[in-house]
């Protein structure tokens, strides 16, 4: 599964940005879509997950209602819409494709991720003033 990642940038905290992670060659619709991120030196850790029908989604802790996930299979496309960002969201961010929801799940909330099927290849987002 290829997919493309964009969207990153240089913002202010407190501020917003949205990324876009497009599949290439591929029908999205059979997969649930995650988003991780990896700081220097850190390990990387799950973010936000959608279900392949949209219907449930799952965050980590530190970004519940700041961050939205969300899909567009028309254009096959997945979304993190990211608010009231701070320095601590300072990152690469990846997204990621899987056939099993659990799979991402366990990724974003245990930190367990796993060999997904497909990953973007990463975005960076950068907090600062």
């Known amino acids: 599964v290829q997919l493309q990642a964009s969207g990153g940038g240089l913002v202010q905290p407190g501020g917003s940005l949205r990324l876009s992670c497009a599949g290439s060659?591929?029908?999205?619709?059979?997969?649930?879509l995650g988003w991780f991120r990896q700081a220097p030196g850190k390990v990387r850790q799950g973010v936000a997950c959608?279900?392949?029908?949209?219907?449930?989604?799952f965050y980590r802790d530190s970004v519940k209602g700041r961050f939205t996930i969300s899909r567009d299979d028309a254009k096959s496309t997945v979304y993190l819409q990211m608010n009231y960002l701070n320095a601590q969201d300072t990152a690469v961010y990846y997204c990621a494709a899987d056939s099993s929801t659990q799979a991402l799940r366990v990724g974003v909330q245990d930190g367990a991720i796993l060999n997904y099927d497909g990953w973007g290849q990463g975005t960076q987002v950068t907090v600062s003033s």
């Open positions: 060659g591929v029908n999205l619709e059979d997969y649930a």
């Open positions: 959608i279900s392949r029908d949209g219907e449930a989604t």
